[in-house]
């Protein structure tokens, strides 16, 4: 577009939007490089003409087997539980209009994970009935969360702090689950405590990308209504928006990328706290930021691991990682909000 | 500049099972400025709420150009009818354009970017409250009186025939609230803005309004001009105050002097 077709005034507004494209693409490109290092780096390192060669089909010994079987699966999982805890925390913490209020930490992902790490150390369940699971009790948890928080009115600061409390209840379960599983399921187990990427297989791919990429589009189609909610429940109503309905949407759309992402990999600690203010301080404040949030998970998930698996002296699981980059910002926060 | 009709029909509502408001039948006159006075806690907040749909009513309606409000789609709702809430949220580091631009909200179509028809309306609502200096200000550092003059501005490039304000100049300096009521009046002047609003002070509410309703105990005591309803005894019923009313030497509108108590 050029400058004369819109008003002066607009300049800034134009001048904001192209920079949150250009954000959005040098993340997309930084996404595409970490994607294609997840896939060349490893025990053995491969060239990316081999990688190219077998995906199209070629069997070519010994890396058929951990280009496929091994790296394929992961990287793909790292980005889509990547894109899914950097939307749904950043839809959380937008609506709510705080940044602690990501799903990590007012208790979502662990009402999410209870029923994961109970399908799965007690009914032995596995797949889609670990997802569905786990997205019925994400909604239970969080419909729960709401209702505890609600007193005399609603109030941010109360929900976020019932949530952490409910947090903390639902971690020592999950804890208490992994004493109780026999000493077989420990190490598959030990996902559900931070998260890790390790024996993803290709089979849960295509419904974890579906589940993603479908509510991410979903949460997208809703951005404006969400843009309108930050400013309050008043505005939202007096600019036409159905509150009721579309809160509730778009607390369901966050909680199914949720609830699959969390069933795949457990619940990867710090990156839907993470990316929503990354994603804010790159392409600037005061908008939703949803395509960069999720762009930024994206980046996050990928490169801890490849920190966890490579860099580290010993290798330690994707959660370990984001973990360790999440405390210091959430302590930043707290400490900040007992400023002002 | 349609025309537009908005009113109350035996309008009651309340929260949590306690009634606020009951009873109210209003006829808001089109193209004025309407003020709605009563002490703390009569209603009167209750009621404009209830006008824009924030609150439910529990008994009556409120009528819009002779439907039901609830009937009408609310995107519609939203391009009639504007409200100033008391305490909006302002997006940690938003710009001032870029807020001002959510007030397109309900003509902007699914996956659509700003028309030209945005642009224009959010410009427009700039230079109306004589902000356009400060569109790519971030809010927050925004004084109080510039921040209000932000969120009217939001409400303008809505674009609505009425607009509803709910104490728009409280927690402002008395310079500030002067401002805001001048730029209001001029709207109502300029774009026959229909405006009503709940306002605290009596003798800004009696030089502004063309029209005032009083309210108390949560229903319509009294409306009429200021010159009919500033008087001595419609004090001591509206607020249980005793005072004197003399003319304002500038505006010539009625101005409350309270009674003083003798301190020995």
């Known amino acids: ?340 | 500049m349609e025309r537009h009709t908005l009113l109350a029909e035996e309008l009651s509502a309340g929260y949590d099972g306690k009634t606020i408001i009951s009873d109210i039948k209003m006829s808001i006159p089109e193209h004025k400025i309407s003020v709605i006075l009563g002490a703390n806690g009569c209603g009167k907040s209750t009621l404009l709420k209830t006008f824009s749909r924030l609150v439910k009513p529990s008994g009556g309606q409120v009528v819009l150009d002779g439907k039901a409000i609830s009937s009408i789609p609310s995107k519609q709702v939203a391009q009639i009818m504007g409200l100033l809430p008391q305490s909006p949220v302002v997006p940690e580091g938003i710009r001032v354009t870029d807020l001002v631009a959510r007030g397109r909200f309900p003509y902007r179509q699914l996956l659509k970017s700003m028309a030209k028809a945005d642009f224009d309306a959010v410009e427009e609502a700039l230079s109306i409250m004589r902000i356009t200096d400060l569109a790519d200000c971030s809010v927050d550092e925004l004084s109080g009186g510039q921040r209000q003059r932000v969120w009217i501005a939001l409400a303008l490039a809505q674009q609505t025939d009425i607009l509803l304000l709910d104490e728009p100049t409280t927690f402002l300096d008395i310079s500030y609230q002067i401002e805001i009521l001048d730029l209001l009046k001029e709207l109502n002047r300029k774009r026959n803005t229909t405006i009503v609003m709940v306002l605290h002070d009596i003798n800004l509410s009696a030089r502004y309004a063309d029209h005032l309703y009083a309210i108390k105990d949560g229903k319509l005591l009294a409306e009429g001009t200021p010159r009919e309803m500033i008087r001595p005894e419609m004090m001591q019923q509206v607020y249980g105050l005793d005072c004197m009313i003399i003319d304002d030497p500038i505006s010539q509108t009625p101005l409350v002097v309270p009674g003083m108590k003798q301190v020995s």
Not at chain 1, 196 to 225: D, E
């Open chain 1, 1 to 340: 577009m050029k400058a004369e077709h819109y008003p002066t005034v607009m300049i800034g507004y134009h001048k904001r939007q192209k920079h949150y494209i250009k954000v959005t693409v040098i993340l997309l490109i930084i996404v595409i490089i970490f994607a294609a290092l997840m896939m060349i780096c490893g025990n053995t390192v491969y060239s990316p003409k081999t990688i190219w060669r077998v995906l199209s089909g070629e069997e070519i010994k010994g890396a058929v087997f951990a280009i496929k079987t091994l790296r394929l699966p992961r990287m793909l999982a790292a980005i889509l539980c990547g894109i899914a805890f950097g939307m749904a925390g950043n839809t959380f913490q937008v609506l709510l209009g705080n940044s602690l209020a990501s799903p990590d930490i007012i208790g979502v992902t662990s009402g999410a994970s209870v029923a994961a790490v109970f399908g799965i150390l007690v009914l032995g369940l596995s797949g889609s009935a670990i997802s569905l699971m786990a997205v019925v009790s994400g909604l239970t948890v969080t419909g729960l969360i709401f209702l505890l928080s609600h007193g005399n009115g609603f109030s941010n600061a109360r929900l976020i702090l019932t949530g952490i409390g409910v947090q903390a209840f639902l971690n020592s379960l999950i804890s208490w689950m992994l004493l109780k599983a026999s000493e077989y399921d420990v190490p598959s187990a030990l996902r559900w405590l931070s998260g890790s990427l390790n024996g993803v297989t290709m089979n849960k791919i295509p419904g974890l990308g579906q589940a993603v990429l479908l509510a991410g589009f979903g949460i997208l189609l809703l951005n404006r209504h969400l843009c309108v909610l930050q400013l309050g429940d008043a505005h939202a109503v007096i600019l036409g928006i159905n509150l009721k309905i579309t809160r509730l949407l778009l607390i369901l759309l966050a909680l199914i990328q949720i609830a699959f992402a969390t069933a795949v990999t457990g619940p990867i600690s710090s990156v839907a706290f993470l990316s929503g203010p990354i994603a804010a301080r790159l392409s600037g404040q005061g908008k939703s930021n949803m395509l960069t949030a999720a762009l930024v998970g994206a980046v996050l998930v990928p490169a801890s691991d490849l920190v966890g698996q490579l860099v580290l002296p010993a290798q330690y699981p994707v959660g370990v990682v984001t973990g360790v980059l999440g405390a210091p910002y959430l302590l930043f926060l707290l400490l900040r909000m007992n400023k002002s």
